[in-house]
């Protein structure tokens, strides 16, 4: 019997699953010893210590199954999968013009600009410097809303 080829893991291409899903992962490399959610940093493993990542980093780290032991980049992955990671980014920090930018590559539809900045300042009023990003409730209610925009 032939092995089966893995199939390559495809990130949701909607903004708001796809920020559902950075979520998941993010609460879920938290419980993991081999990782620790560090905004700044997008999967770098510390020497005696655990990977840093941050929330497009936990999405490699859970979704993508990227080594805690390997540093890496959205650049060295491929276009598409790159895009999402700098869009889950530019949506953690509250940039969702910035984050549909990611996505398609165009500019978001003039009738969804004013539903994308008021999602972003709900999410960057609440955004805390100390952890580098706004409670995943806030994440979750901003993914909401985008759903209802259709994005």
């Known amino acids: 019997m032939m092995p089966t080829k893995k199939k390559p893991v495809r990130l949701p291409s909607k903004l708001s699953a796809l920020l559902r899903l950075a979520v998941k992962d993010a609460k ?8 620790r959610l560090e ?3 997008w999967h770098r ?8 990542v941050c929330m497009a980093g936990a999405t490699m780290a859970n979704t993508l199954k990227v080594d805690p032991r ?11 999968t790159r895009n999402k990671l700098y869009a ?7 940039a969702f013009q910035s984050a549909l930018w990611e996505l398609h590559q165009r500019r978001p539809p ?26 995943w ?15």
């Open 110 to 135: 003039v009738s969804k600009r004013e539903t994308l900045r008021r999602i972003g300042s709900e999410v960057y009023a609440k955004h805390k410097s100390a952890d580098g990003r706004a409670p």
């Open 45 to 52: 493993p510390e020497p005696d210590g655990p990977c840093l």
């Open 70 to 80: 390997c540093m890496i980049e959205p650049q060295e992955l491929d276009e598409s």
């Open 88 to 94: 889950i980014d530019s949506a953690r920090a509250g």
């Open 39 to 41: 905004m700044g940093s």
């Open 28 to 35: 879920a490399v938290s419980r993991r010893k081999a990782y």
């Open 137 to 151: 409730s806030v994440y979750l209610a901003a993914a909401d809303e985008l759903e209802k925009a259709g994005l």
